[in-house]
């Protein structure tokens, strides 16, 4: 089984994923932290005695919100196949008549912090 590997950009830049990020699929761990990386000018942060940490994003309550429940191969689901997302139905949550959609697989995102 090959591992796949989930990143986003979408961050209030303390590791907490925004709501309706654009999430992206990569082979491997090192491609979607090269990715994550390029954002940063690196000589400008090492200067400022910080660096660019990747991990696993939280969600604060949900990646997305929808009228409906996500089915087998939609769209707005992308990157993650319907088995790869825990959907909370009304009722479940505290959020009214919306179906809260999270990824179960791990987000990574960046964030800068004191360099070591």
């Not at 090959?2 to 990020?21: K, L």
């Not at 990386?37 to 400008?44: I, N, Q």
């Not at 005695?49 to 604060?60: D, I, K």
Request: glycine share 8%; net charge negative.
């Amino acid at each position: 089984m090959t591992a796949t590997f989930y990143a986003t950009h979408d961050t209030d830049g303390e590791g907490s994923i925004s709501q309706d990020a654009a999430i992206f699929k990569f082979a491997t761990r090192e491609e979607a932290e090269a990715y994550l990386r390029s954002s940063f000018d690196h000589a400008d942060l090492a200067e400022e005695g910080l660096a660019v940490e990747v991990g696993a994003g939280g969600f604060s309550d949900c990646w997305i919100k929808s009228r409906n429940a996500p089915r087998v191969g939609e769209a707005w689901i992308a990157p993650f196949s319907r088995s790869q997302l825990y959907v909370r139905r009304p009722g479940q949550h505290p959020g009214g008549r919306a179906y809260w959609t999270t990824p179960r697989a791990d987000v990574l995102v960046a964030t800068v912090v004191q360099a070591r």
